[in-house]
């Protein structure tokens, strides 16, 4: 099973400053089958990037992602208010199919 | 636009069947290009896949539920199932249905199962 581990676990910054999240893996990804996800209290996640890179439908471009093998960042550019919340990276292709890491929180500093 | 709307009991005792349907209205549940999939989260902590299933009925799951999960597809109705049997209080969470490929591009809302006697 490959692990994903996400750090920080919490990160507090200010409205327009840079947040940089890190996803390893405890086995080499493809990048093909990395994404990141945001979460919202009492909202579902939504999809916000897929195949390590590429941005989903509808993401503002400050968003962004990269790197391949195990190691995987999630770079927001400029945190505007809307962004201050949970995200998650995600793995498909080994069992179980589909892994999440724990999460990292972005808060308000 | 692709909706998803889970339904199903809110409230499961320990040791039965746990039964959620997710309704799926806006596109085709029997694409081609797409798998059906369950996901869950306790209160609190983080997401879990559960298990995820094709139009013509091909599944995949979880193997942490140890085969308590069964998901089925309905594809006249544009309908899964899931299903979770013996449940326990750790199977308290909320349930998503989401549209899968190698990663979960849409979702639906979600429903809070506790499962309490």
């Known amino acids: 099973e490959i692990v994903l581990t996400q750090s920080p676990g919490t990160l507090s910054l200010s409205p327009g400053e840079r947040a940089t999240l890190s996803c390893r893996a405890s086995q080499s990804v493809s990048s093909s089958y990395l994404a990141w996800y945001q979460q919202k209290p009492g909202q579902a996640p939504r999809l916000l990037i897929y195949g390590a890179s590429s941005r989903a439908t509808g993401i503002p471009d400050r968003f962004s992602g990269s790197g391949s093998g195990t190691d995987f960042t999630l770079t927001i550019s400029r945190l505007e208010p809307e962004d201050f919340a949970v995200y998650y990276c995600?793995?498909?292709?080994?069992?179980?199919?589909?892994?999440f890491g724990p999460g990292t929180k972005v808060d308000i500093k | 636009q692709l909706q998803l709307q889970e339904s199903g009991p809110g409230l499961v005792k320990p040791s039965e069947t746990l039964s959620l349907t997710c309704t799926v209205s806006g596109g085709s549940i029997s694409s081609s290009s797409y798998y059906w999939g369950w996901i869950r989260q306790p209160p609190g902590k983080g997401l879990e896949w559960i298990g995820s299933i094709y139009y013509s009925g091909s599944t995949y799951y979880n193997p942490s539920l140890k085969s308590r999960a069964t998901i089925s597809v309905d594809t006249s109705k544009s309908q899964f199932s899931l299903k979770l049997s013996s449940v326990t209080a750790a199977d308290t969470a909320v349930y998503y249905c989401?549209?899968?490929?190698?990663?979960?591009?849409?979702w639906g809302q979600g429903t809070l199962v506790t499962v309490s006697s």
């Open positions: 989401a549209r899968q490929r190698v990663y979960l591009g849409a």
């Open positions: 995600q793995q498909y292709g080994s069992s179980p199919l589909l892994t």
